[in-house]
């Protein structure tokens, strides 16, 4: 419907939403006031259930046909214990659907309520007619398999569970799963986001955000503390979510059990009794007195009353979206509102837990952080290593470093690995990662069509913001009771939890926004300019915020120390220049034999733009200069995506292109000079260090040789104009043996700082230090988390 349609029934109820969203908002500061200085917290319930058998409660309204169709199949599930109970709950039913009950299922016990109280006021009186400790609630729709009761009744094995959910299929097996059990939720844009994910990884018991009312088991005493279903929410859709967030806040925990199955005939009762927007409808409701009851944190509720006028306006300007909330939701919930008070007044006597906390444990990462338990032997780490980009075959620095880091964790640790690729094919290269890892795991990036106007984030950071990346961390997290999260590069920082036990160690290949100062020093349009100018100033934000959350912060040489903390000087003891950047020494070897006269070598992958740069101003500035002093003078360049050979001026018989090839070892060994003409960027080359233990004499810019050496001639001969880059070339023609003391320099810098075996010695080490202080940090703090 459009605009000018829906003007005459919303136009009043525009006119009216700054009342609307006003009136609630101080309604409930004023009634937080009043709670903090007059209400009362309760103790929750302490003791486990008895979990020798159920009580199985099914909601009924007019569902004769359901029952016929699907109750045998829960009759049959629980015959073989005596102590199991069937109840239906008949909500006033006119299809006679407890005669049929009690006259084809007599072993089944009947509830007839005189009116419709609803999903879940009915829910609520079978709760209270149950006789057993643990009650299971089944959709009247609802098939379930012969083996489904124990694997939910096994899932209560402490005193804080209090529920555990089904996993869910569809009776038409081609059809898209909506719905599963496994239930996640974050909030995001003022107001909670849910979805069910099918994740076939998962063969036991996992955290979800709530039960699914129609398919989980409930610890019957929390059940009932809690409240049961809020009549709020009536009459359907959302209960259950409101009901696991409350037992989130109250400390308790809610699995999801995947050898629990059941399969549902979707909306076969609620769907055939009321029209798609009447249910759409209640669920928008329903989000906004979710909120207005469980979000007791003032910015969150803040945010989501500015939001929810925003949203509704535009939803008046531009139509209704689900995603989204509207005028017609924000004025039904509004006459709810005297409801809702009550609600949130009981809701916070109830929540032990702030929302922030109960928003995270129902993700593997922080509920493995909170609730799982030390390692017996503190030096068996689980590391968990994250990578953005791939790493087989290493066609670049950071590859070689990731690549170098990996295989020697691998042979000394639990290393499990995710690993975000940019096609599908790449999953084989990786096979050897696979191999030598305790798990290995792959995203296949999808592409990006995130519009970043005015975002604050940084650019390299949004298109890396994927909440299947998010889930699959989480996951490993839980499942491998990982120790460490190793995150590489400033874009995976977004993935460090504020976690008690877990580390987070960063490795910083690049100080982000230093590289993109250096890179706005070159020349280039006014836009470009401006474009990088803003990314700069997003990276600086971005990330002088995001390094004081980590345990252990790595960097690839003292300047790269030196530089952050000269923003940052509190992470002095966190950040350490020794552990990472590196390479696999034993894998080279100085070549004694002759070179191939007058040949530059120079390596590097063609996506990093520092390489674009440097090769642009090398073959622009330094090879005509060389060239023309010494005619055959050729430079090789190897490297991943190299560019169109019309692209460089030089003549063709002074350039060969070669691309990627599987081994840099020859070239090495076969050129006379390696250059490294980098401009621009921040970390330490690693083709330098590459150069260095194979022996062949390399020219390099002061930048280029960062972190390694700044002296002329100490590992490497130094120069930043092109005419002086272009004298050092030719002396190395000319007089190569000159260089062979400054090239065993190199090699022994490199053998003894620089070995990747050594490095991983002391990064394990560092692990186990930051892990058993964190230790020790959690275990003298106070056990209630304040609130």
């Not at 073989?80 to 005669?99: K, L, R, Y």
């Not at 967030?245 to 979707?266: I, L, N």
């Not at 009321?274 to 669920?283: D, N």
């Amino acid at each position: 419907m459009g605009t000018l349609a829906r003007l005459p029934t919303e136009l009043p109820l525009l006119l009216l939403s700054p009342l609307l969203v006003s009136l609630p908002l101080v309604s409930f500061f004023l009634e937080d006031l009043l709670f903090a200085l007059f209400g009362r917290r309760r103790q929750p319930a302490g003791s486990a259930p008895a979990s020798q058998g159920a009580s199985v409660v099914i909601p009924n309204w007019n569902g004769r046909d359901l029952l016929e169709k699907y109750l045998p199949s829960i009759v049959t599930a629980l015959a073989s214990n005596p102590t199991n109970e069937i109840i239906v709950v008949d909500n006033g039913s006119t299809d006679g659907s407890a005669d049929f009950v009690r006259a084809k299922f007599p072993a089944v016990k009947v509830l007839a309520l005189p009116e419709n109280l609803g999903f879940g006021g009915g829910s609520n009186a079978g709760f209270r007619a149950a006789q057993n400790d643990i009650v299971v609630l089944v959709n009247s729709d609802m098939r379930v398999a012969p083996d489904f009761l124990q694997p939910l009744l096994d899932g209560f094995h402490d005193e804080h569970v209090f529920a555990v959910s089904s996993q869910i299929f569809f009776s038409d097996p081609d059809r898209l799963r909506e719905e599963t059990g496994l239930t996640q939720a974050w909030w995001a844009n003022g107001r909670l986001r849910v979805r069910h994910r099918v994740d076939d990884q998962l063969g036991g018991l996992y955290p979800c955000f709530y039960p699914g009312g129609g398919s989980s088991a409930f610890d019957r005493r929390k059940f009932l503390e809690l409240g049961g279903f809020d009549r709020l929410l009536k009459p359907f859709y959302l209960e259950d979510t409101d009901l696991g967030y409350m037992a989130w806040k109250r400390g308790w925990k809610v699995y999801y059990q995947p050898r629990s199955m059941v399969w549902h005939e979707h909306r076969g009762t609620i769907g055939r009794k009321f029209s798609e927007g009447h249910i759409q409808a209640v669920i928008q409701k329903n989000f906004l007195l979710f909120a207005w009851k469980n979000i007791h944190e003032w910015p969150r509720l803040a945010g989501h009353f500015f939001r929810t006028w925003a949203d509704a306006f535009f939803s008046y300007c531009a139509g209704p979206s689900a995603e989204r909330a509207n005028l017609t939701s924000l004025g039904r919930a509004f006459l709810q509102l005297p409801q809702a008070i009550t609600s949130r007044w009981r809701a916070r006597g109830l929540a032990r837990i702030p929302d922030t906390e109960a928003l995270r444990r129902p993700l593997g990462g922080y509920f493995h952080d909170r609730f799982g338990r030390p390692r017996s032997d503190p030096r068996d780490l689980s590391v968990l290593f994250l990578s953005p980009y791939p790493i087989c075959p290493p066609i670049h620095g950071g590859g070689v470093f990731m690549y170098a880091t990996t295989k020697a964790l691998a042979s000394r640790c639990q290393l499990h690995l995710v690993a975000v690729l940019d096609e599908q094919w790449q999953i084989d290269q990786h096979e050897e990662l696979t191999r030598l890892c305790a798990s290995a795991q792959f995203l296949v990036r999808p592409d990006s069509d995130e519009f970043g106007f005015g975002a604050i984030l940084p650019h390299a950071v949004r298109e890396f913001a994927n909440h299947d990346l998010e889930w699959m961390i989480h996951r490993a997290i839980y499942l491998y009771k990982v120790d460490v999260l190793q995150l590489e590069y400033t874009n995976m920082a977004q993935y460090a939890g504020d976690y008690r036990r877990i580390v987070n160690a960063l490795f910083e290949h690049d100080i982000y926004f230093q590289a993109i100062g250096r890179a706005l020093r070159r020349p280039g349009s006014w836009f470009s300019k401006a474009v990088a100018t803003i990314e700069y100033l997003r990276a600086l934000r971005y990330e002088l915020r995001v390094l004081p959350r980590m345990d252990q912060v790595q960097v690839c040489s003292r300047e790269n120390r030196n530089y952050l903390l000269s923003f940052l000087p509190q992470l002095g003891d966190r950040m350490d220049e020794t552990l990472r950047a590196g390479i696999d020494t034993s894998l080279y070897r100085i070549e004694t034999g002759p070179r191939d006269p007058c040949t530059m070598l120079f390596l590097g992958s063609f996506r990093h733009l520092p390489n674009q740069q440097a090769l642009d101003w090398f073959a622009r500035f330094v090879l005509p200069r060389v060239v023309e002093r010494c005619p055959q003078a050729r430079l090789v360049i190897i490297g991943s995506d190299p560019p169109p050979r019309h692209s460089l001026p030089a003549a063709e018989q002074n350039v060969d292109i070669r691309g990627f090839v599987e081994d840099i070892r020859e070239p090495f060994a076969r050129c006379a000079v390696f250059v490294c003409p980098i401009l621009s960027g921040s970390g330490v080359r690693v083709k330098l260090l590459e150069a260095f233990c194979c022996g062949i004499p390399v020219v390099s810019t002061s930048l280029g040789a960062e972190g390694l050496s700044q002296v002329d001639g100490e590992l490497c001969l130094i120069a930043d104009d092109p005419e002086e880059f272009a004298d050092r070339i030719l002396e190395l023609f000319s007089n190569p043996s000159a260089a062979q003391e400054m090239v065993q320099r190199a090699r022994r810098y490199v053998t003894l700082e620089r070995d990747i075996a050594r490095m991983t010695e002391k990064l394990l080490e560092s692990y186990r230090k930051a892990v058993a202080d964190k230790h020790g940090s959690v275990t003298s703090r106070p056990a209630a988390v304040p609130f």
